[in-house]
């Protein structure tokens, strides 16, 4: 059986990406953080259908992490994913030991992670921001995310340059400042969002989810619960402001054992508050806290889209 190369350098992937273009062929990119599950490999089957070849990236990127999250014991499994990329169709790997400038002092990627900086004056220092987007939701309780991830995805933009990207909209806020932060920067990239995939009993698929206690696994059924909930409710006419249906998910989570850091229902599109929900597609978007069974605990996200049919 053969192997996909893996690369891990910028002018590795960038030679191969630019011979692909040059022999006529699509380029499709999926950025992950690696530990894959089938949502991961969903995008990568779904981008093989919009291109003829396909590139992944493995990268847990340290820009998005601040001092108190999980960077340190973020799951990870690379020879697991690269064998799960290349069942999947991938065409490459770029896998690279990091993206940004490695300066004397830091610890590492560890140097990289919001709050424990190495202050060295040759260290990186451009970031990208979507000024608007990047501040609710997510923004709230992690206002250094989104810098991170626009920063990263720019940079792996700029090393693939991709035709087309697949992302997941489990994560939707961040599908929505990457799409936003193409068309504001003019990247000759096409952005596609794809499916939540659940487990079959409902709980969205995530990499962090190896993390959660078994306890903690069941209990974060509450989550898809309480969104199934939303759903039937708007669509027998029982709620229809956005404050009860706030009410009720947050009730649900809690009374599950989670700790809600936000349920909260705004614009699909500008990601705005909204107090009706039936007056345009509504996205509802939770995140909460369930205990680790390692240490601490694992921050969950998840959304639906009222006025839009249920994701399949």
Not at 58 to 79: G, H, K, L, M
Not at 115 to 139: I, M, N, W, Y
Not at 196 to 207: Q, T, W
Request: with cysteine; aromatic share 6%; charged share 25%.
């Amino acid at each position: 059986m053969s192997t996909i190369p893996v690369f891990t350098t910028t002018a590795e992937v960038r030679a191969w990406s630019r011979q692909q273009k040059k022999e006529g062929k699509r380029v499709a990119f999926v950025p992950t953080m690696g530990y894959l599950h089938e949502g991961h490999i969903s995008l990568v089957k779904a981008a093989r259908k919009l291109a003829d070849v396909v590139v992944a990236s493995i990268y847990v990127n340290p820009t998005q992490f601040s001092a108190n999250e999980d960077f340190d014991v973020y799951p990870r499994n690379p020879e697991g994913d690269r064998r799960a990329l290349q069942d999947a169709g991938c065409a490459a790997v770029f896998e690279p030991a990091s993206l940004y400038v490695a300066v004397p002092g830091a610890a590492g990627e560890g140097g990289n992670v919001v709050g424990r900086e190495s202050g060295h004056p040759d260290a990186h220092e451009t970031f990208v921001q979507v000024e608007q987007l990047q501040k609710p939701l997510c923004g709230g309780s992690r206002p250094h995310f989104f810098r991170g991830v626009a920063t990263v995805v720019t940079k792996l933009f700029h090393i693939v340059e991709p035709d087309v990207a697949v992302f997941g909209r489990k994560d939707y806020q961040q599908l929505r400042v990457i799409t936003r932060m193409v068309r504001d920067l003019d990247f000759a990239v096409e952005v596609v969002g794809m499916p939540i995939c659940r487990e079959p009993d409902g709980l969205a698929m995530s990499s962090r989810n190896a993390r959660l206690s078994p306890e903690s696994r069941q209990n974060a059924l509450s989550i898809s619960k309480a969104l199934k909930w939303a759903r039937t409710a708007l669509a027998d006419g029982s709620i229809g402001d956005a404050a009860s249906v706030r009410k009720t998910v947050s009730d649900m989570i809690e009374a599950s054992g989670g700790k809600v850091d936000y349920v909260e229902l705004v614009d699909a599109n500008n990601l705005r508050p909204v107090n009706e929900v039936k007056a345009q597609p509504t996205l509802l978007a939770v995140a909460c806290w369930y205990p680790a069974k390692d240490r601490g605990t694992v921050r969950l996200i998840d959304n639906t889209v009222l006025g839009e049919p249920e994701e399949q």
